[in-house]
T-cell receptor
Framework: GAVVSQHPSRVICKSGTSVKIECRSL??????MFWYRQFPKKSLMLMAT?????????EQGVEKDKFLINHASLTLSTLTVTSAHPEDSSFYIC???????????FGQGTRLTVV | QKEVEQDPGPLSVPEGAIVSLNCTYS??????FMWYRQYSRKGPELLMY????GNKEDGRFTAQVDKSSKYISLFIRDSQPSDSATYLC?????????FGSGTKLNVKP
């Protein structure tokens, strides 16, 4: 399957700081990228959908000013958690799909811990 | 009603058993179905992908879709301890994915 690389895999930051997570499609052009949050033993919660060159579409209840998503190229999307708080600690996962295929491929996930 | 419903398990089977994982879905609009496997603290990995009703086989894995009853299944033959993971079913339509809650599978040696 196609490869999606997410970085970093783990990050610890202080409360009030911002953290950027990168998601790259390594061998295909990702016209659409999805950002999810996953709580322990729970399923994926879609946060936002971004199409290359367009503003992200956020799901209800997700603060777009807190979770900044940029999809500036066909191979890179970033999620920035601004002014992070301990309640933002979670597992964040990106996925990407091209316009040629239906299936989406996931990154390895980022474990964010805010202290 | 959720778009995709999945029994969370956990499901525990002995090595070599046939495993059956199931999901039901609502809304019969044009859509695709997928099964993902997720190991602990990792991102989901695509296992199977299908659109039509019927069976699709890939090695020890068989995905089955029954659109008349809105039922999707994943069968794992000759299960191995390395198959122990959480399995997520998903459907896709209109540029959106809907995931089940995941079934945790444990294959005991």
């Amino acid at each position: 399957g196609a490869v999606v690389s997410q970085h970093p895999s783990r990050v610890i930051c202080k409360s009030g700081t911002s953290v950027k997570i990168e998601c790259r499609s390594l061998d295909f052009q990702a016209t659409t990228m999805f950002w999810y949050r996953q709580f322990p033993k729970k399923s994926l919660m879609l946060m936002a959908t971004s199409n290359e060159g367009s503003k992200a579409t956020y799901e209800q209840g997700v603060e777009k000013d807190k979770f900044l998503i940029n999809h500036a190229s066909l191979t890179l999307s970033t999620l920035t958690v601004t002014s992070a708080h301990p309640e933002d600690s979670s597992f964040y996962i990106c996925s990407a799909r091209s316009s040629l295929n239906t299936e989406a491929f996931f990154g390895q996930g980022t474990r964010l811990t805010v202290v | 009603q959720k778009e995709v419903e999945q029994d969370p398990g956990p499901l525990s089977v002995p090595e070599g058993a046939i495993v059956s994982l199931n999901c039901t879905y609502s809304n019969s609009a044009f859509q695709y179905f997928m099964w993902y496997r997720q190991y602990s603290r990792k991102g989901p990995e695509l296992l199977m992908y299908t659109y039509s009703s019927g069976n699709k086989e890939d090695g020890r894995f068989t995905a089955q879709v029954d659109k008349s009853s809105k039922y999707i299944s994943l069968f794992i033959r000759d299960s191995q301890p390395s198959d122990s993971a959480t399995y997520l079913c998903a459907k896709y339509n209109f540029n959106k994915f809907y995931f089940g809650s995941g079934t945790k599978l444990n294959v005991k040696p």
